[in-house]
């Protein structure tokens, strides 16, 4: 069983940055790949970055790349969601997620089908 509990999310301008962190319960946590996603109002959970288990390869959404950068610390147990350069079609729930650790492939780790455990989410708004 894991537990995940995202911070850092809040209200900023357009342009500016916020950095979203995930903090997990378990002595496994290095044993999954860790993915965030997001919900906008009336839209469906959409896929944003992953990192796989060992932090060697990570994953963009083509909407995001470029302007977030996902990065781990093992040791303790914390997913990070950099963002910058945010627009206001950014504004959503962000949710971390752990998924397979077995797996490499971006067609696996986008899918949110794919994860076991969620965190509660929290809300990033940017205005323009």
């Known amino acids: 069983q894991v537990q995940l509990v995202e911070s850092g999310g809040g209200l900023v301008q357009a342009g500016g940055s916020l950095r979203l962190s995930c903090a997990a319960s378990g002595r496994t946590f290095s044993s999954y790949a860790m993915g965030w996603f997001r919900q906008a109002p009336g839209k469906e959970r959409e896929f944003v970055s992953v990192?796989?288990?060992?932090?060697?390869?990570?994953y963009y959404a083509d909407s995001v790349k470029g302007r977030f950068t996902i990065s781990r610390d093992n040791a303790k147990n914390t997913v990070y969601l950099q963002m910058n350069s945010l627009k206001p079609e950014d504004t959503a729930v962000y949710y971390c997620a752990a998924g397979p650790g077995y797996s490499s492939s971006y067609f696996r780790l986008s899918n949110l089908y794919e994860y076991d455990y969620w965190g509660q989410g929290t809300q990033v708004t940017v205005s323009s």
């Open positions: 990192i796989t288990a060992s932090g060697s390869s990570t």
